[in-house]
């Protein structure tokens, strides 16, 4: 049966229940309260996720798959009364539970490593930064997967800090999930916040990623959600530069697909990934330096400047008219490193209607 995966979602505030099918795998996310109770979730795979105050009652669990999943002991237990376990497996797991079994069939983690997980809970930044730290001091890859959850922290400094501590916690793998695992922080080598993307940078250069584990990065690309796409070509510009093994795993009709996406952050990463990919299809660029939204025009003359084989410079002194003024700037720059223009030409813009502008080409023209 086919499999939805849901990867770091934090699903506290949803105020109907979950629509979760069977086989569904819900990986890295917070289902703190959710009401779950009384449905099928035959097959159901949980990875890492919160459970604190979840109802499973009279759910049928038959066969799930509870791995890595964290409940702390002093918030509101996680509902396991009437559901049917038969065949599930706990793995991993440190779950404070109401149950109606005569033998509960998970384990529970040592009272000093629960503790220092129930901090990646906290509403406090400062805890769960804290609480990443300590994980690590304690070296114990059990919580490794509750861990995972704070690199979907809304704090750059708590997901920089979980990285490393993930960094320290490695051993030529994790325990449980691996792939799964790897492949979650493979995206934050797309993070908005720099020091972030550093550290996953760091970690990923320790882990050194199996080939097979790239080719299924490059599923993302295709992504029914934008964020994980734009996620996934941001992570992908740096698994390039790290791994010449990822070069060769990309789809290139996938990559393609990606240059007309709807969102225009999304095309515009496609076009940073294509220079440095140093991809010289005319096509392409003639087609990226016209696109209808300004902010990818300016990130198609950036890429340009990565190319060892610029387009032909008609199709760039055209943007000399572009409406736009950021548009206009950054073609002088591109002009200047290519080198290839007609004074002429660039000429025009010394009397281009923004002052930034005019200094960029005196510049260039060498009159100042």
Not at 19 to 39: E, H, K, Q, T, Y
Not at 100 to 128: F, M, V, Y
Not at 313 to 338: M, S
Request: hydrophobic share 45%; glycine share 6%; net charge neutral.
């Amino acid at each position: 049966m086919s499999r939805r995966t849901f990867e770091g979602v934090d699903w506290r505030a949803a105020r109907k229940p979950l629509v979760l099918l069977p086989n569904d795998s819900i990986r890295f996310s917070d289902l703190r309260g959710c009401m779950l109770a009384a449905i099928d979730l035959t097959g159901v795979e949980l990875i890492g996720c919160r459970l604190n105050g979840t109802s499973f009652a009279g759910a049928r669990l038959a066969h799930c798959r509870i791995i890595g999943c964290f409940a702390a002991s002093d918030l509101p237990p996680a509902d396991f009364r009437g559901a049917n376990l038969d065949g599930a497996a706990i793995i991993n797991s440190h779950l404070h539970a109401v149950y109606d079994l005569p033998h509960w069939p998970g384990r529970r983690w040592p009272s000093e490593l629960a503790g220092a997980a129930g901090g990646t809970l906290s509403q406090r930044s400062d805890i769960r930064y804290a609480a990443a730290a300590q994980l690590a001091a304690l070296g114990d890859q059990r919580p490794a997967l509750v861990l995972a959850c704070l690199l979907a922290d809304s704090q750059w400094e708590v997901r920089a800090a979980a990285l490393d501590a993930l960094g320290k916690l490695y051993k030529d793998g994790f325990s449980n999930a691996n792939d799964d695992l790897l492949l979650w922080l493979f995206q934050r080598l797309g993070d908005d916040h720099s020091i972030v993307r550093m550290a996953a940078d760091r970690l990923v250069r320790l882990i050194q990623p199996p080939e097979h584990l790239l080719k299924q990065s490059v599923i993302r690309l295709n992504s029914a959600d934008p964020s994980i796409r734009l996620a996934s070509v941001r992570a992908a510009i740096e698994l390039v530069r790290i791994d010449e093994r990822f070069a060769a795993a990309l789809n290139h009709r996938l990559v393609d697909a990606l240059l007309t996406d709807e969102f225009p952050a999304i095309r515009a990463e496609t076009l940073h990934l294509l220079g440095i990919r140093d991809d010289s299809r005319e096509r392409v660029w003639r087609r990226a330096l016209t696109d209808p939204d300004a902010g990818v025009r300016v990130k198609a003359l950036e890429a340009v400047r990565l190319l060892s084989t610029p387009p032909p410079a008609r199709h760039l002194t055209a943007l000399l008219h572009d409406p736009d003024g950021r548009v206009r700037l950054e073609t002088l720059y591109t002009l200047g490193q290519t080198g290839n223009y007609d004074t002429q030409e660039v000429a025009i813009a010394l009397a281009d209607p923004e002052p930034e502008v005019q200094q960029a080409a005196k510049r260039l023209l060498g009159l100042s």
